[in-house]
């Protein structure tokens, strides 16, 4: 599979183009400072013009994710840059998309104890906001999409005790990122993740 990271030098991306390779799939890695994997096509660039993203294609690829966080200047980074990416990609040029969205936008602050609803939703209101509107231009895309929302992210090792949930039930709101690239590559290789939408954590 040839899945295109945007958002691939730090973070939930880095993991998931270093869990992608070693899983067999081709990797294009896009960010803003660079990247060196060895195995992977690794392209310099801001997503939000459009070289960049022609460059990251090539003649297409099966999948892209976006892992984009937020950026000094700006409150609207993650939705900057998915608008552009999206008004760039040609028709069929990408199989699917998926959005490393956040635990909190849309309905899944029920996910949410409530003190920490209060705490979320004020303290990272323009954040939610950024993800909200991202989250909305890629249903609005027509692309097939998968989105995840993960909770607090922490960056410990990958335990594969991962809680994906589709419906509010017990589990702890706090992940480690390389769970959270892990699952990601697991929705790409099911097809049957299409059109759905994950809160992520850890099983209380």
């Known amino acids: 599979?040839?899945?295109i990271v945007i958002g691939a030098a730090a973070g939930t991306g880095l993991h998931l183009v270093e869990q992608g390779l070693a899983r067999g799939h081709e990797l294009v890695a896009v960010s803003r400072r660079?990247?060196?994997f060895g195995n992977a096509r690794n392209v310099r660039g801001d997503a939000g013009r459009p070289e960049t993203v022609a460059e990251a294609l090539g003649s297409g690829s099966d999948a892209l994710v976006l892992a984009v966080g937020g950026a000094r200047g700006t409150d609207r980074n993650r939705s900057d840059v998915t608008r552009a990416v999206l008004a760039a990609l040609p028709s069929g040029?990408?199989?699917r998309i998926v959005v490393h969205s956040s635990l909190g936008v849309g309905d899944s602050m029920r996910f949410l104890p409530g003190p920490v609803r209060v705490f979320?939703?004020?303290l990272l209101r323009k954040a939610l906001a950024d993800h909200e509107e991202q989250e909305a231009l890629v249903l609005a895309s027509g692309l097939p999409w998968t989105i995840v929302r993960p909770g607090g992210l922490t960056d410990k090792p990958a335990t594969g005790n991962i809680a994906a949930l589709e419906q509010p039930g017990p589990f702890n709101a706090v992940?480690?990122?390389a769970d959270v690239a892990a699952f990601i590559l697991d929705c790409l290789e099911d097809p049957g993740t299409v059109g759905?939408?994950?809160a992520l954590g850890?099983?209380?």
């Open 196 to 198: 759905r939408t994950y």
């Open 175 to 177: 992940i480690a990122r």
């Open 93 to 95: 040029a990408v199989g």
């Open 202 to 204: 850890t099983p209380a």
């Open 34 to 36: 660079g990247t060196s």
């Open 120 to 122: 979320t939703s004020v």
């Open 1 to 3: 599979m040839r899945i």
